[in-house]
Structures are given as structure tokens and as C-alpha cells.
DNA sequence: ATGCAAATGATAATCAATATCAATATAGGT
DNA sequence: ACCTATATTGATATTGATTATCATTTGCAT
């Protein structure tokens, strides 16, 4: 938390911009927050600590820490972006349930290694990937029994 | 061609659905294309045909022919939503290119089991999945040399 | 303290996609 | 062929997330 701080006002003054309460407040909240989270949800958050906040100010720091490396933008393909942390937390995919939304982090050492061949095999570098398993969860599954 | 007509007539009296020019119209052009293709730019190719022809119907019946099993909703994640084929085509994933947007359809045995095993682990039950692989193609590499 | 550029907050604008709704067209029965 | 019930269309308005605009405020280097 406190290097997460560090990052991020290194970043801003590298970058000439400037550091403002309201920009502490929403890099707090952000990292206290453990799931994915949309802006409009840390928004809603927020304004309850400091209720003059613009919902503005919350979409452009989100994209703020995401290119200071402090977040990362997650899309499940349910036209909301969401955010989570992405200092001291490795790259990882996401499994997701289809009727109760829950998701969990989930990571293949195999799978990463036949991507980057598979792109090699076209000719392709590799920067990235996104890996999106959908499927039913244990307790839906009970539940619609 | 003939049998994906057959599978909509189909789709549609079995529906309670009724079998328009505007169906039909859609449903050829959209097979008549090969690449991933949006709403607006079926659109597009269409009103040349038909320039009476309203957006929203194009639309509707994109999502229409998904639910038909002939089309699948593809997203790359810029906001748009495109369809491809998915009579005799199978599941493929997506390799795609950062700076010129090409794209390679690929699949791996391998990983889709990788997959599945995966899922299982953590109590659910796999539907599907989305996977893109992004990176820079041979032609844009040697271009940025 | 001062000045300038960056940041904010309120609001309007985008953009893809969907909803609404009156007018039209289709399919099945007569 | 004609009716009729209802699905479909096209035009348009609306939504919902996100971004742009812009006047005002604020941080910060000098």
C-alpha cells in the first residue's frame, strides 16, 4: 500500500502531473478493494467519503493507474470494464460462472507456454492474451437441481 | 449455402417466425462473407442491395441467426461486436494482430482440454470459453524495422 | 506570492446496441 | 383468393458505458 503510493507518485511527477486529494482517495479506495471492480462501482464508493467527487475524475484515474501499472483493465464481455490490481499480482486468467457471476483467478503454465508457440507457428509475437473460461459453478449447479 | 437456408426455414416455422426478404437477404449476405463481420458493416453491404433496409433490422437478425446456430458472436474487446460463421466451423480461437488487426483462427487440442481440466478443479462445469491472443504480427514486425 | 499548466466537476456528446411503436406483411385457416 | 391474428419492419427514441468539452479551480515550480 505504501509502495503502491510510492509507484504512483513517482509516476505522476515523472510524468509532470499532479497529485491531487482526489486522486489519493480514489488510489486508496481502489486498493483496498480486493475483487474486480467497475468505475462506476468504485464511484459509488467514493462518494461517500467525499460526496463532490465527479464520476469523470473516476473513469480518467482508473485509466490513469492502469497505464502507471498499478491496475489493469478486465472486460468479461458484459460491456462493463472493470479494474484490479496489477502490482504484486501476476498475470492470470479468469474462470466465471454464467448464472451467479463469481469468478476465480486461475493460471496454466502449460497453457501460457502452447500460446506463445501458437503464435510463433504464425509468425506471430506474442504480447498478451486474454482467457475467459464461462461455465457453471458448484453451488449453481446444486441449486438447480 | 442450401443447407444453412434449410436450418433458418427451419429455425424460423419452428419458431413461429416468419420468412422475410429482409431474412433472406441478410442470411445470404452474411454467408457470402467469410471474414468476422459487424452489424454495421453488414449493414453497410446490404443497404446497397436493399437501401430501404433499416439498421435494426440487421441487428435484430445477426442475433436471430446466432440463436439459429448459424452465426457466432465474436468479441475482440474494441466494443463492437462482430459474427462469424458456425455452420461447419467449428470452435476456433482467435490470434490477432495489435497494429493491423489481422487475424488467424486457431485451436489447439491441447489447451481446450487444459481447459476443461481446469474448470473442474474448482467445481464447474465448462460451457465455453473466449480466448485472444494478441502480438504483432511478421508484416507489421519487419514494417517497424 | 505569482503564473501557468494540469485537474476537476458538470454537462454534453459518442457510439453501439436495444426498445418503442405505428404501419406493413406473412402464414394459416376459410 | 380473402381474412385475420400476429410477427416484422423501419424510423426513431432511448439506454448505458464511456469520453470529450470547457469554465473554474488547484497544484507546484519559480
Known sequence: ???????????????????????????????KREEHISAEQLYDIIKK??????????????KLLSEAGLAREVDFGDGVLRYEHNYNHPH????ICRSCGKTVEVVDAV???????????????????????????????KKSK
Open 1 to 31: 500500500m505504501r509502495e503502491e503510493r510510492d509507484i504512483f507518485g513517482k509516476y505522476l511527477s515523472r510524468h509532470n502531473l499532479r497529485d491531487t486529494p482526489q486522486r489519493e482517495l480514489i488510489l486508496d479506495t481502489f486498493l
Open 49 to 62: 467519503r467525499d460526496p463532490s467527487i465527479g464520476q469523470a475524475t473516476v473513469y480518467r484515474n482508473l
Open 92 to 95: 492470470h486468467d479468469h474462470l
Open 111 to 141: 497453457i501460457e507456454e502452447l500460446q506463445k508457440r501458437i503464435a510463433e507457428q504464425y509468425g506471430f509475437e506474442l504480447t498478451d492474451h486474454k482467457m475467459y473460461l464461462y461455465g457453471n459453478c458448484g453451488n449453481c449447479r
